[in-house]
């Protein structure tokens, strides 16, 4: 189901102190104010907060809060479907620690998120189970930033982007527990294969013995082994067993030694990923400070503004960083796919030994055999004949053959079972893998992009610009990388993206915006959120380019009807290309954000607490304090009375009334 905004209701949060309702306009609206007057926070960053928890920029939790409050309350009212829903989120933060609670109910009150669990994050994952949305694609989706548009990604990110946008991420969530069945038929085919061979081997001794008692047989009875002939025998069958005993000890010897190597493989192997993990974090951290000098903020270390020169200072030096981080993954990854390699290896030894332990074991098993059926036969040398012992032996061997090639038969064909498993499971690991089911996907994906995308460009450029999209193939560490590449084709003919100027760069940014925006409403299938903010995307334009600009973005949200548009921008010169609706965004005389017509200055309703409740309060606290009641204990006698609670200000007055008799009791 479609989500469309229709009422932002905000107090508290960011540069917003005092309430401010924002009504949604169907179509294309442009919210225009200076820079730092909270255009992006009223249209985006308070949208995308109340959805999913986050902010679009970084920082604490807390930092959404308005320095002069205590809380940030944001109520989106919204249709999804054919249902009216409202989705309010606030945060609260005393001395001791903030609080953020979550609530989505139709009009008429009904709480819908009813059952899913009580914890923010339960109740978060109801919330986008029930809008079917996933943050990390909407917030690249539906909210447009010159700095992190679909251009501005390398080759592989526009892969992944485009999978999210076709909801591939169940093939990646498959493909992972294909190669777990892989893995464990692999592992069930090499134990059948060791157990064949064991018992090939003991099949083979087997025969050997049936062999020298029929050639036994064949001499005369007076001819059969005597006492002492059956004596030297058992003396070297003896003699055998121990030389079997003692390489069988060797090899117990080097097995361990095999696996020890092996868990150090593996422990270089976790060490590896934990410091390439630790990296990949370190770049992320650079790349936010980054994102926050870039966006004309303050510095991320010390809060103060920053001049010019000293961003391009501070800019140069977090990528410098970042370029030494990335050499140090570059160089963790090489020597983890070693470590890996080596790791392979060992198991290829451990199995080794471990199949030649279970030959010995075999061979052990069959001397003790032969060992017991001598000394049966010295047991009964003086009072049977040796025909009878050579028949009664022959018969003996004959049965255990006939077992033995029993099991063999069952052991063959349940092989070739679990090798025809296994070589299924490697075909499918094949087809759900990157060069597999999702390039194809992805590829077919791509002229209905370009096409899309064309559509919008050359009605922005009145035909002078065009985009061709098409796959392609890197090498990046030894290893193929699949990706997108994009050339804009202009009156000069055709340029890589960096060639362009930056009026055309932002053309094809905004065009391929629009197009990845449908792509995505169509993939989803009638399921995500209607509504795209395109921040500070025209204002490179001149009047001519904006104002046609303007007129595709109107005229595409008026034929889709069902979606919004809001596009931000401090130029005067974008302002005056717009026939539509604009709302103004200002800085308000105490600094904060207003909106000339909507929310003018009303503080935040406080909700009025009984005088009898308060004092309630206080005399309960009081007693508690005095009590010596700690944490814990106040926890224990409040949920003892309503499970639900976790304060005192949740319980109801007669709660805590029998709370106050439970203390004073």
Sequence with gaps: MLLIPRRLTISGYRSVFREVVYDFSPGCTLVHGENGSGKTVLTADAIYWCLFGTSLRSGSVDGILNRNSTMASVTLEARLGDKDIIVQRTRSKTKRRGTTHLSVTLGDGTDLLDGVGTSLRAKQKGLEDLLGMEKGLVQQVSFYSPESSFLQMTHSERVKLLEAVLGLDWVGTLAKKVKEKLTAAEARLNELKLKKSSMEGNLSALELWENNLLSKQKEPVSTGPTKEQLQAELEKIEARLVEVEDRKQKLAVAHKEVNDCLAGAAERVRTLELEIKGLQTQCSTLQRQA?????????????????????????????????????????????????????????????????????????????????????????????????????????????????????????????????????????????????????????????????????????????RLAVSIS???????????????????????????????????????????????????????????????????????????????????????????????????????????????????????????????????????????????????????????????????????????????????????????????????
């Design 471 to 665: 796959p392609t193939t890197t090498t990046s560490k030894g290893k193929d990388v699949e990706g997108i590449n994009v050339l804009v084709r202009n009156v000069r003919g055709v340029d890589a993206y960096e060639d362009d100027s930056a009026g055309e760069r932002r053309l094809a940014d905004l065009s391929l915006t629009l197009a990845l925006f449908d792509l995505a409403m169509d993939a989803g299938g009638g399921r995500g959120l209607g509504y795209l903010v395109l921040d500070e995307g025209l204002d490179p334009l001149d009047s001519q380019n904006a104002k046609r600009a303007l007129e595709v973005i109107a005229d595409t949200a008026k034929r889709q009807g069902d979606r919004l548009v809001q596009v931000i921008s401090h130029s005067d010169r974008v302002r005056s290309a717009v026939i539509g609706k604009v709302i103004r965004v200002e800085r308000g005389p105490d600094g904060w954000t207003r909106v000339p017509g909507l929310g003018l200055g009303k503080k935040p309703k406080q909700a009025n607490v009984p005088r009898e409740r308060k004092e309630l309060l206080a005399t309960l606290w009081n007693e508690m304090v005095e009590r010596g009641y700690r944490g814990r204990d106040r926890m224990a006698l409040i949920q003892a009375v309503n499970p639900q609670a976790r304060k005192l200000a949740d319980l109801t007055t007669e709660q805590l009334k029998a709370v106050l008799i439970g203390v004073r009791g």
């Design 291 to 463: 994102d926050v000098i870039s966006s004309d903020g303050p510095c991320p270390t010390c809060g103060q503004d920053m001049r010019m020169t000293d961003r391009y200072n501070a800019l140069a030096e977090i990528e410098a960083k970042k370029q030494g981080l990335e050499a140090s993954i570059a160089d963790r990854e090489l020597r983890l796919e070693q470590a890996k390699r080596k790791h392979w290896e060992v198991q290829q030894s451990v199995s080794t030994v471990a199949q030649a332990i279970t030959t010995l074991e075999a061979q052990v098993g069959m001397l003790r055999a032969r060992r017991q059926s001598v000394e049966k036969d010295l047991t009964k040398v003086d009072t049977d004949t040796s025909s009878d012992a050579l028949q009664r032996d022959l018969l003996e061997c004959r049965r255990r053959i006939a077992d033995i090639k029993q099991d063999l038969s069952s052991l063959s064909a349940e092989s070739t079972e679990a090798g025809g498993q296994a070589a299924r499971w490697r075909w499918w690991v094949g087809a759900l893998g990157t060069r597999g089911f999702r390039n194809f996907l992805v590829e077919r994906a791509l002229p209905v992009l370009e096409e899309r995308g064309n559509a919008y460009l050359q009605a922005m450029s009145d035909g």
